[in-house]
């Protein structure tokens, strides 16, 4: 064998040439701020167009960027002046009036008009524009018709002025709904509904076709109304966000800068709040709920969302309403809550959590103990004509995502099926995708499902077991239900309440689902994060962030000490609250000399 | 020379479309599609964002369009549209299309920025793996059964043992909580990378040690190793010069391939330390469906890896170049 | 590998400087040397041997089923006192199992009766036996690296044989196919299988190929690729060399060839290469299980056990045996795989057995 020359030196060389070029990475990495606030979101947002983001993730982002007619209040979840200064309704409620504030601005500085609102609205029902959200709007007089109803190319059939959406003049906007609609202020202030730059798409339209909408989200082209605008997105790592100074309730914004980290790994959320790399996780191991209850930065509140499971009801036996009113009384829900999920989340008898507001949900009939379930169920399953000395329940197929707890709930909840009624259940772990499918096609037997609700009214939630719902994915179809839905949308206060309550007797009566438990939310937030209230939405405004001095710090403190003392709760142990000790408040809070008689009203209306 | 590098080249793009080609109709033919979501979409707006990535067009007509750049789309009128430019650019003209997942970005986007950090975390693997991979592979063969060997072997067996995320955890115990030497996770400055390339080199170090000492203790019994010893020979130069040369092949067949997944990144890797590069994308972009992206990155890997198999051989040539003599002579 | 595999003399014998010194070495030092290697060896095996042991007959041992949850114990320490008790549902059997494994089961109920062994090795987040946990899952780990290691040793050495024997264009033509292989998305693969498989669910069940055995072939179609792309660049290394060349102008076929003067010669870096892939196979069948499409619950693997014992690290609380125990048997078994493999090796390599005569 030949020897080759200066292969140790070449080795080096090239070793010495492989770390020249990793470093070629690294540069353009330097910041040019420190952010005020850090917070980790789950991933990537699938887009920050407003009118196409679904989920947590994209909420949390479109919150900082978009603004709509009214705002939520961040503790109550009541509608809060937003881009409308003050709204009406006529005697009827047919029709709504929305007065715009005079001078406001888009964050280019362009005026921010009505007309921005009916283009957005325009968008919005589309049908070209895809938008899930689009329904949002169907109560509007001629939407629907403008929405559905199309030519062979995909166009709509007819003109949009037959929808009754109308700027009067530049801070006055009309619109007309077919029928009352009670609940319009919690859609309107949902940020698909938010007004878009009419100037900037037409703008972007001219520069790049019809490929503008891929050219819209980058930080140089956005242009928005919201509390910040985008200065970088670095995709899958960092969302920087800074001040929009043209906002309207600018000084009442304290934060300057906010990032917002894209990280996928509840571990690593975890380790970043843990040092102080975020102050904000909205997500952590599952394992290590029960250890976090100590803590004061952990306070799990009630939301909005809720786990069940959807039954087949085409499929036999499912298809006996008896049977799936055993299988769906035989679950041990106090168990599953205390011992399985452990966040604090609560054993549910409805669809509905009990935290909806104005709402009291009905409840699938039970007893107090298990044991007694257990029974009732059995004689239901003897009725249907299975059991022991009848013929048995053939085994069940039940289908889960293997994400998350899914697993060990299903577990669980076969264990008892088997246990208490002597039914075989085999657990099926999908891959989320081909799950999906499955559950669309009716191609399951038990089906893991959650909903989590997109604004306070329960009629959201209710509205997806509607015969023609895209969701219902049960095969379960009931005229009666759609019927009182329909007369619910139409009717207001007490009325409305009793018609929900009567159509979702309706459906755990017919029991094409097991509800099983209500999410909480679970937040890990720096005690120094001022602003921030649990609400049954799990949705956060930036606009009223800010950060607590020490004096106020101890002060919150000391109130939540007392409460929990006359609650007679155990307390939680301090934690380390990183930030400025002198806190950080937005002009409108800074009063000479002091930093801690800060007007509660202004800074967070829910308190009053 | 040349014409050798030609011919593989060209090797190389029929492999791409071969792949491109198979995986693109595997893709089509999986169940679930990338807007089947939990909350599904109005049937009517779905039709709306399947007609807008032409998923409702024959397979074939789909494969055209995002593989040339036809522009089939029939001028479907859009929202504010008018030059009825198509989504796909097509992937001869450069362009990856829009992601399934990601909507208001490219492929081209997503991996520009990907890539960068991948390459970067890559590298320093890289420099992990070989840095001290090679050297503990050389002084356990040349120490064949000592306490240092025994050492090496078992380190190195703890390194592939043990699962990389275990690692992971535990360094991160270690040197951000304990010991706060680094940065827990994320993206920027080169002290947030040393953990992670650590952890995505290791096993590959563990691997290169084990080769380069299996070969290496291979080569040392040979017999022109004995002659060139016999000749009085300095003990480096015989090791440099004589015996590494020949002990690399095996080590450098396993980098070839390897490599390609370094520089690709990894998914728990970058799931872990929050790196915003590619390795997440070949996962992600299966489980989500997102047809472009997952071609994107398979595009990227197969051009990678033909390379990288490429530059293997030539390797090969230049280290014996016997086996270059007899490549020719074969043909 | 086959006897006249190991018989094969003629690498050694064609050797021109066959009187040449092997280099110096007390002999002292090389008792020492080789009595170390077989002990480790001989360790290594009664460990990997007792390892398999254990995994076939799990059923027949008196350990709490692995799937039985026991909310109430959930993540209790390692503890020996009051290991011993009679559990009123001791003899569950964990899922349906085979003939033979009901055997083993009748079996253990014949031998313990409902006494069992538990918490030994501590509980899991919702009650479960670790010990048993580790026990069961190393039956699907040891599949699925046997299959996958039958796979790289048969398909993969074949193939990169060949094609670095051959050379020219037909190596070119057989790595550009592993090239290609390589690159599919592999994620997407396993779905499409998956896909087609629950589209003839019920014709495919009759042939008795269900989810799980076509998971293992999936694991095996992957793992050779890697394995042929190292055993290719051996050969054609090996091709090249004097004894070989001797042989073909000696006029020995080339099937000849390939089998008694190349295999042979690569089978110590292939061996190593085995022991090494392991290790990824194994996370290669944890990762797609936790993706759901892999093995299906209430089974385990270590590789699921792994990725259990990466989320129980964290700053706040570490229930440690979680990852201790699962750690320990996987880099035990590991290690002792590793030993065996590097004695293999130094067994098959006919120099090393010279010089050992010598």
């Known amino acids: 064998m030949p020897a080759r020359p200066g292969t140790a030196a070449i080795l080096g060389l090239s070793a010495l040439g492989l770390a020249l070029a990793a470093s070629f990475g690294l540069s353009g990495s330097a910041r040019r701020r420190a952010p005020d606030f850090v917070l980790v979101n789950e991933g990537e947002p699938s887009s920050l167009d407003p009118q196409q983001g679904t989920g947590v993730v994209e909420g949390r982002v479109l919150r900082f960027l978009y603004e709509g007619l009214v705002v939520r209040d961040p503790k109550t979840l009541a509608p809060l002046p937003g881009v409308a200064e003050r709204w009406e309704t006529s005697a009827d409620g047919l029709r709504w009036t929305f007065h715009l504030r005079a001078g406001a601005a888009w964050s280019d500085g362009e005026p921010l008009t009505a007309r921005d609102v009916v283009l957005s609205w325009k968008r919005l029902l589309d049908p070209r524009t895809a938008a899930p959200y689009a329904a949002f709007l169907y109560g509007v007089r001629g939407a629907r018709a403008f929405a559905t109803e199309l030519d062979s190319a995909g166009k709509p059939l007819h003109a949009f002025d037959t929808v009754g959406v109308r700027a009067r003049d530049d801070v006055t906007l009309e619109v007309e709904f077919e029928h009352k609609v009670a609940h319009f202020l919690d859609l309107v202030a949902h940020y698909a509904l938010a007004p878009l730059p009419e100037h900037q798409l037409a703008k972007l339209q001219r520069e790049h076709g019809d490929r503008w909408e891929l050219a819209w989200c980058r930080p140089e082209n956005l242009v928005v109304n919201g509390p910040f605008v985008l200065s970088e997105r670095r995709i899958r790592d960092r969302l920087s966000f800074t001040k929009n100074a043209r906002y309207w309730a600018a000084d009442e914004v304290a934060f300057r800068a906010v990032d917002v980290l894209g990280v996928e790994h509840p571990n690593t959320m975890l380790n970043l709040y843990l040092t102080g790399g975020a102050g904000w996780t909205g997500n952590f191991p599952l394992l290590l709920a029960p250890e976090l209850f100590a803590r004061e930065d952990f306070s799990p509140g009630p939301q909005l969302g809720t786990a069940f499971y959807r039954f087949n009801v085409t499929r036999p036996p499912l298809d006996d309403a008896r049977v799936r009113r055993a299988l769906a009384l035989c679950v041990d829900r106090r168990a599953l809550v205390e011992r399985v999920t452990r966040a604090g989340e609560v054993a549910q008898w409805s669809f509905v959590p009990a935290c909806a507001l104005a709402y009291e949900p009905t409840e699938l009939a039970h007893a107090a103990s298990f044991a007694e379930d257990a029974a009732r169920a059995r004689a239901l399953l003897a009725d249907a004509g299975y059991g022991p000395g009848l013929k048995p329940l053939p085994p069940i197929e039940l289908a889960f995502n293997v994400q998350s707890n899914n697993q060990s709930v299903a577990e669980v909840i076969a264990d008892g099926w088997r246990r208490e009624l002597g039914v075989e259940t085999h657990l099926a772990s999908l891959e989320w995708k081909i799950f999906l499918d499955a559950q669309r096609a009716l191609d399951y037997a038990v089906s893991k499902s959650s909903w989590v609700a997109d604004h306070p009214d329960p009629i959201g939630m209710l509205e997806i077991f509607r015969a023609a719902s895209p969701n219902n994915r049960t095969g379960w179809k009931d005229a009666e239900y759609d019927a009182l839905l329909d007369q619910a949308e139409r009717a207001s206060g007490p009325e409305r309440a009793e018609l929900l309550r009567a159509a979702e007797a309706r459906l755990l009566d017919a029991a094409p689902i097991v509800p099983l438990y209500g999410y909480v939310t679970k937040n890990l937030v720096n005690p120094r994060l001022g602003g921030f209230f649990e609400n049954p939405l799990d949705e956060h405004a930036p606009r009223f962030w800010y950060w607590k001095s020490d004096a106020e710090l101890a002060r919150d403190r000391e109130r939540d000490a007392a409460a929990r003392a006359a609650r007679g709760l155990a307390q939680r142990e301090h934690v380390a609250a990183p930030g400025d000790p002198l806190g950080l408040y937005s002009e409108a809070d800074r009063e000479p000399g002091s930093r801690i008689e800060r007007p509660d009203a202004v800074r967070a209306p829910g308190e009053r | ?331 | ?358």
């Open chain 3, 1 to 358: 590998m086959s006897a006249p595999t190991l018989e094969a003399p003629l690498p050694r014998a064609l050797a021109p400087h066959d009187d040449a010194l092997p280099p110096p070495e007390s002999p002292a030092c090389a008792v020492v040397r080789r009595l170390h290697a077989r002990a480790a060896a001989r360790w290594s095996l009664r460990l990997v041997v007792a390892a398999v042991l254990l995994a076939f007959l799990a059923p027949l041992l008196p350990l709490p089923s692995q799937a039985r949850i026991e909310l109430a114990r959930g993540l209790e320490r390692p503890c020996a006192a009051e290991s011993i008790v009679a559990h009123p549902s001791a003899l569950e059997a964990p899922w349906a199992l085979g003939p033979f494994d009901r055997a083993l089961h009748a079996a253990r109920a014949g031998a313990f009766g409902t006494l069992e062994l538990r918490g030994l090795a501590g509980t899991d987040a919702k009650g479960r036996d670790l010990l048993s946990r580790i026990v069961w899952g190393s039956r699907v780990s040891f599949l699925v690296a046997l299959c996958a290691g039958l796979t790289s040793l048969l398909v993969g050495v074949a193939w990169g044989a060949i094609a670095g024997y051959a050379g020219g264009r037909l190596d070119n033509a057989m790595m550009r196919v592993v090239d290609a292989l390589a690159s599919l998305p592999f994620v997407f693969v396993v779905i499409f299988v998956i896909t087609l498989l629950s589209a003839w669910k019920d014709e495919l069940a009759r042939f008795g190929v269900s989810r799980e055995v076509v998971f293992y072939v999936l694991v095996g179609a992957v793992s050779w690729l890697s394995m042929a792309r190292v055993v290719r660049g051996e050969v054609l290394r090996l091709a090249q060399a004097e004894f070989v060349l001797a042989a073909r102008v000696a006029g020995a076929s080339t099937a000849r060839i390939l089998l008694t003067h190349v295999v042979p010669n690569v089978l110590p870096v292939v061996i190593v290469y085995l022991t090494l892939s392991v290790p990824s196979i194994l996370l290669t069948e944890a990762f797609l299980s936790f993706l759901g499409l892999g093995i299906e619950p209430p089974r385990v693997s270590w590789g699921l056990l792994a990725s259990d014992a990466a989320e129980a690290i964290n700053p706040l609380r570490v229930p440690w045996w979680l990852v201790v125990f699962p750690s320990l048997a996987m880099g035990v078994v590991l290690l002792a795989l590793n030993v065996l493999g590097d004695a293999l090796r130094d067994a098959l390599d006919p120099r090393e057995r010279g010089a050992g005569r010598a």
């Open chain 2, 1 to 331: 020379m040349l014409p050798f590098l030609v011919r593989r080249l060209a090797w190389t793009v029929a492999t791409i479309f071969v792949v491109v080609t198979c995986a693109f109709f595997l893709m089509r033919a999986v169940r679930g599609g990338p807007f089947d979501s939990e909350r599904a979409l109005p049937a009517a707006v779905e039709e709306q964002v399947r007609a807008r990535y032409h998923l409702d067009w024959p397979v074939w007509k789909q494969y055209a369009a995002y593989v040339g750049p036809l522009n089939l789309d029939e001028h479907r009128a859009r929202f504010l549209g008018g030059d009825g430019a198509d989504v796909f650019g097509g992937v001869l003209a450069g362009d990856l299309g829009p992601s399934f997942k990601y909507r208001d970005l490219t492929v081209n986007e997503l991996l520009g920025q990907s890539l960068p950090v991948s390459l970067a975390l890559g590298l320093w693997a890289l420099v992990v793996a070989l840095g001290i991979g090679l050297p503990a592979g050389i002084f356990a063969a040349l120490k064949k059964d000592s306490a240092l060997d025994v050492a090496l072997r078992l380190g190195a067996t703890a390194g592939i043992a043990l699962p990389n995320f275990v690692i992971a955890g535990f360094l991160v115990l270690l040197f951000v909580f304990a010991w706060p030497l680094f940065p827990v996770a994320g993206y920027g400055g080169a002290r947030a990378l040393v953990l992670p390339a650590f952890v995505l080199g290791l096993p590959f170090a563990a691997y290169v040690a084990r080769l380069s000492r299996t070969a290496m203790i291979e080569v040392l019994a040979q017999d022109w190793i004995r002659t060139a010893r016999a000749k009085g020979l300095p003990e480096r130069t015989v090791i440099l010069r004589h015996a590494l040369p020949s002990a690399l092949l095996p080590v450098i067949s396993f980098l070839g391939p390897a490599a390609a997944g370094i520089l690709t990144g990894s998914l728990v890797v970058e799931r872990l330390f929050a790196i915003p590069g590619t390795g997440s994308h070949f996962v992600n972009g299966a489980l989500n469906r997102d047809y472009t992206l997952a071609m994107g990155v398979t595009i990227l890997y197969t051009a990678l890896v033909s390379l990288l198999n490429l530059a293997v051989d030539v390797a090969y040539g230049w280290i014996d170049p016997r086996l270059a003599a007899g490549r020719s002579a074969n043909q």
